[in-house]
């Protein structure tokens, strides 16, 4: 894994960079992940030794980059997992897809089925046993006719397994790089990209902003 990239840290929270195909956290595969390489940081850098204390308290998907926030403290850890729960918590995305939205912006509303076996989610009619709704607002800020590739900006309302891959795929628009649901880029990166964070820091509540804007969104990626 390359270095670790940080772009905020104090004695409660550190906000970092997740490349793409990382893990947020240890999982079969045995590959190197986020949580473990955060506390090594912090081991190496504190001269910790033993066990260092690091709250996981939200995940992207292995294939998708962008900033994360992990609680260095039990405390920060409950506070920042509240504001998660009451949606106080915004988390933004880039991805670049297949095709062209019909309108410029809109809010897509529709219910995700997971299947564990295949970790998979399909759009699914509402009432399906074990469904859950899945909202998202998106905005179109380019589109490259002879690619016929577009990125956008989304918002999720919602955090369900692969919300946008499986709301933008269902719809023709499957995002680029994608090797579940998508028909372009295969054997290529997932061009999905957590770019803003904002949450209120859990001891002193002054609210704060990220935003990183990787390469491959800017237009010369779409030609």
Not at 121 to 148: F, H, M, Q, W
Not at 159 to 168: N, P
């Amino acid at each position: 894994m390359q270095a670790l990239k940080v772009f905020y840290e104090d004695n409660h929270v550190i906000v970092v960079e997740k490349p793409n195909n990382v893990p947020s956290q240890a999982d079969k595969t045995g590959d190197e992940d986020m949580l473990t390489k955060i506390k090594e940081y912090m081991k190496e850098k504190y001269h910790k030794p033993g066990n260092v204390y690091l709250g996981l308290v939200h995940r992207l998907d292995r294939p998708t980059g962008g900033i994360m926030v992990f609680a260095k403290t039990s405390k920060a850890a409950a506070r920042l997992s509240e504001q998660i729960r009451n949606k106080q918590v915004q988390k933004k995305y880039l991805a670049m897809c297949d095709g062209k939205p019909e309108k410029a912006k809109d809010t897509w509303c529709d219910f995700l089925l997971k299947t564990e076996r295949t970790n998979t989610s399909r759009v699914v009619p509402e009432g399906t046993k074990n469904a859950k709704e899945a909202i998202l607002d998106y905005e179109i800020l380019a589109y490259k006719e002879k690619t016929n590739l577009s990125v956008v900006k989304v918002n999720l309302r919602t955090g369900r397994h692969h919300q946008i891959r499986v709301q933008f795929a269902s719809r023709g628009y499957s995002l680029y790089g994608d090797q579940k649901y998508g028909v372009r880029g295969r054997g290529k990166q997932l061009r999905l990209w957590a770019y803003y964070l904002s949450f209120y820091h859990p001891i002193t509540k002054e609210k704060m902003e990220f935003e990183e804007i990787p390469e491959m969104f800017l237009q010369k990626k779409l030609s």
